[in-house]
């Protein structure tokens, strides 16, 4: 068997068109424009590359894009006063601060300052608290462009054996919690699972968030499986996933490339968190397909 590729940049293309149909309503009927400030602290190469495409692609969809940077040795109560500024800007739907922060910085406390209701990234704990309990919340940008795929390829996923491995708070953990809420069985596995492979080998659906280049192998897969390989490691052979794309497209039903799968889904989704923040600033109706 030869796997069904799932094309995340077609799919991403597509819903930065859902989104920019909506943006266009929404200034079109409401005469609102959604906007999302992102703020980089420091110089980091790769963040000023990520920085850069959300900026550009933010602009492409008609949303207002505002940039802010701090020197790398701000004080932490600098990027507290600008987040504060932000919170109160009626103008600003989305608040994205890159991450990693300087060393100097308190990470979990500059994320507890920005408005959850603004909290396009879904780390603010309100929002982690309320996807735990199965409330409406701003979701993590990675797992919600995973679920998108997932949904789009087997309309439901009510009672799929789901295997999630990894158990990070920006990808493992929100994506077992989205999982279970569409009704899957969800396992956590990580780097300390006993038979980690047989484990893998019960799932209908892996999720493979744990940044160890091609570490699950096709003989892993249950046949006909859909494997969604969320690492991006960058190797002597070049950006590999954590999964071993040779021989897991012989078995499986369905997979994510990379690149080309998930990572394209990532400022997709952070389009749509926007816009979904800005509906719900302003109780209007959400955009369909969208959200969790
Ligand atoms: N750095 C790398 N990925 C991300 C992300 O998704 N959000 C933020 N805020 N920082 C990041």
Redesign the pocket.
């Known amino acids: 068997m030869t796997a069904t590729v799932i094309d995340g940049k077609a799919f991403a293309s597509r819903v930065r068109d859902k989104v920019a149909t909506h943006v266009a309503r929404l200034k079109d009927e409401h005469g609102i424009t959604p906007g999302l400030a992102v703020v980089l602290v420091g110089e980091d190469p790769a ?1 000023q590359v ?1 920085v850069k495409s959300k900026g550009k692609m933010t602009k492409q969809v008609g949303m207002l894009s505002l940039e802010y940077r701090l020197n790398a040795d701000a004080a932490q109560d600098d990027l507290l006063a600008l987040i504060a500024d932000l919170n109160a800007n009626p103008e600003v739907h989305g608040i ?5 922060l300087p060393g100097h910085m308190d990470e979990s406390y500059v994320l507890a300052a920005i408005d959850p209701a603004k909290d396009v ?1 879904g ?1 603010h704990i309100s929002n982690v608290g309320l996807l735990g309990t199965g409330q409406k919340a701003m979701v993590p ?2 797992p919600l462009g995973c679920l998108m795929m997932l949904r789009d390829h087997h309309g439901s996923l009510s009672g799929l054996d789901a295997v999630v491995i990894g158990r990070s708070n ?1 990808v493992g953990k929100p994506m077992a919690q989205l999982l279970l809420g569409d009704s899957c069985t969800v396992t956590i596995a990580h780097s300390r699972t006993k038979n980690l492979a047989d484990v893998v080998r019960r799932a209908d659906i892996v999720v493979a968030a744990v940044g160890r280049p091609k570490m699950v192998s096709g003989d892993w897969i249950k046949p006909g499986a859909t494997v969604i390989d969320v690492g991006i490691n960058r190797t002597d052979d070049g950006l590999v996933g954590d999964v071993d794309y040779a021989s897991a497209s012989q078995v499986a039903g369905a997979i994510t490339p990379v690149p080309g799968g998930v990572g394209p889904m ?1 400022i997709a989704c952070l389009l749509a968190n926007t816009v979904t923040a800005c509906c719900r600033a302003n109780d209007l109706a959400e955009p369909e397909g969208l959200t969790a």
Do not use: A, E, H, N
């Not at 994205?96 to 990693?100: C, E, I, K, R």
């Open positions: 963040s990520y994205l601060v890159q991450l990693p990234d780390f940008c990675t920006i990532t």
